[in-house]
Structures are given as structure tokens and as C-alpha cells.
């Protein structure tokens, strides 16, 4: 159970790929001296390397999957059932949440990103990126993308268990990066990208704070469209697993049989965790100042 069955579906709400880029022209990479930003889910500068070039083209007012999709994406006993349903309903549901939490904690209003759905790759304001990427949000469009075939990944490739709220957790930390981009902590990944104490490592765990921060803030609200319902514990630790089986140390130890602290660009698997939870437990916006926080491994809210 995750969704209530009565919730209602807005299956506009996500796209099928192309997203509404802006043209934004990103030609070889990294090259040229562009500075060229996504955040992902799972990999730092290296995995931008899919990023080839783009021209940010939108593919249509509706595709043939958005069509096939609204058909069958209509209530929260759909969202329960098929992964694309579940995004929409997690959109919306992570719309709820900060449209009424953004502007009470900060004064600032709440701007909805985009969500695309892909297969394979797409196109973005990025540039054209490939699912090896993983799920990831470019500020340039403000869109969250992501793959759905990402989820079977999390559990084959990473050894995740999965579960509801495991999946409901990525775009959960997609969405945290738009947050973080309206209230201007974002860059900070760019400035100071890689290190156990980076910029980079400070935005990743705060993204994963602001999604616990959902988490713990839409479950048990019935007043929207969309009821996330309540949280059981199996589902916590559900969320908290997928957070651990994407830590930096855990990728590195499965891709190359060691640790490498000086590499880490997301934060340790324990750390993940530690600020989902605090953001969670907390429902506090200051909870998830991991920048002012001297010792990530024990967020000072828990
Ligand atoms: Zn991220």
C-alpha cells in the first residue's frame, strides 16, 4: 500500500522524453570551457560524460506514450500498480508538499519543474543524455528526467530491495535539486565538486534531506488530489536502503574494489541515510543545512 486508491491522477503532469528544453546548445561535452551542470541520483562529473551535445527540442504538446499513459494512469490504485503511474502521483504529491512548504519555511515561491520520463535517451536543456547517466535534474530546464528502467537497476545492479517509497525517494531527490535551485545551494555542487566534504557531497546529502523532508511531510495529508497515504515502517527502510545501496562507498567498492573519499561526489551510504532521516523525523527545512553541518556523518537535528 502506498498510494491511497481514491487519489486522482494528472498525467500532464509528466512528459515522455524531449522535455522543453530552451535550445541551449552544449557541443563535446565538457569541453570549450561550458560549464555544464546536472545533479544525478549516482555519479559526479564522470557520468556527464554521456552528455554529448543537444538541441533541446521539445517532441510535441502529446506523444503517443503520453496518450497510452493518461489512459492508464488515472487513480492511486494505478499508481500503486505501474511505475509511470507512481511518478505522476509523485510529482504531484511533491508538488502539494512544496507549493505550501517552500514559501511558509523561506518566503520564496514554489515553481513547478518538469518531469520527463525517458527511454533510452533524450534530449534536454542539458544537452542529450543517455539513462547511463542515471536519474538527474538539469536547472537549465528545470526538469527532473528519469528513466523508469532505472528502478530494476537499483535492484539488480545496486542491490537495492526496492519497494514504494524506494522509488517515490529518487524523483523525491530530483525534486530536492529544483528546491535547491530556487533557493540558491545548488551551485555549490559545481564550485566544489568532488571530496568526502565537498560542495558537491553537501548538495547530494541535502537533496536526499529535502526529499526525507517530503516524505515525512506529505505522508498522512489528505487534503490534496493526491494522498501518499501513511508511511509503514517496511517502506522507511525501504527508502533508506535505496539511499544506502547508491552511497559513494558502495558504488566504488562493487565498480572498483575500493574506497576512495577524495572521489566522492554524493556521500558515504550511511550518510544518505542519516540526512533522508533527519529531513524525515524532522520536517524542518533547517535540519537539512548540511553546508553549515561540521561533521556530515552525524546531522546535528538527530
Ligand atoms: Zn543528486
Do not use: K
Not at 125 to 150: M, N, Q
Amino acid at each position: 500500500m502506498s498510494f491511497d486508491d481514491s487519489s486522482q491522477l494528472d498525467a500532464s503532469r509528466v512528459g515522455s522524453g524531449g522535455g522543453r528544453g530552451r535550445g541551449i546548445a552544449v557541443g563535446g561535452g565538457l569541453g570549450g570551457g561550458l560549464l555544464l551542470l546536472i545533479v544525478g541520483l549516482l555519479f559526479g562529473q564522470d557520468g556527464i560524460d554521456a552528455i554529448t551535445g543537444g538541441d533541446g527540442q521539445d517532441t510535441g504538446p502529446q506523444t503517443a506514450v503520453e496518450q497510452e499513459r493518461a489512459e492508464r494512469c488515472q487513480t492511486g490504485e494505478d499508481a500503486n500498480r505501474y511505475t509511470d503511474c507512481r511518478m505522476i502521483a509523485t510529482a504531484q504529491s511533491l508538488d502539494q508538499f512544496w507549493e505550501d512548504y517552500l514559501p511558509q519555511a523561506t518566503g520564496e515561491q514554489y515553481v513547478m519543474p518538469g518531469v520527463e520520463l525517458f527511454e533510452g535517451q533524450t534530449n534536454t536543456g542539458c544537452g542529450a543524455a543517455s539513462s547511463a547517466v542515471g536519474p538527474f535534474y538539469c536547472p537549465a530546464d528545470e526538469t527532473a528526467y528519469l528513466d523508469v528502467a532505472f528502478f530494476d537497476e537499483l535492484q539488480t545492479q545496486f542491490g537495492a530491495e526496492g519497494g514504494p517509497l524506494a522509488e517515490e525517494y529518487v524523483l523525491a531527490h530530483e525534486f530536492g535539486h529544483h528546491i535547491q535551485n530556487q533557493i540558491g545551494t545548488l551551485g555549490y555542487a559545481q564550485q566544489d565538486p568532488q571530496g568526502p566534504e565537498s560542495g558537491a557531497v553537501r548538495v547530494e546529502l541535502q537533496a536526499d534531506c529535502l526529499a526525507g523532508l517530503w516524505a515525512g511531510g506529505a505522508a498522512g495529508d489528505t487534503s490534496g488530489a493526491v494522498d501518499l497515504g501513511d508511511i509503514s515502517q517496511e517502506e522507511l527502510d525501504q527508502a533508506l536502503d535505496a539511499a544506502s545501496a547508491i552511497g559513494d562507498d558502495r558504488i566504488q567498492e562493487t565498480t572498483q574494489g575500493r574506497v576512495s573519499p577524495e572521489n566522492f561526489t554524493h556521500g558515504a551510504s550511511a550518510q544518505r541515510q542519516l540526512w533522508f532521516y533527519a529531513g524525515y523525523r524532522t520536517g524542518d527545512l533547517d535540519a537539512c543545512d548540511t553546508f553549515s553541518a561540521r561533521d556530515l556523518n552525524a546531522p546535528p537535528a538527530l
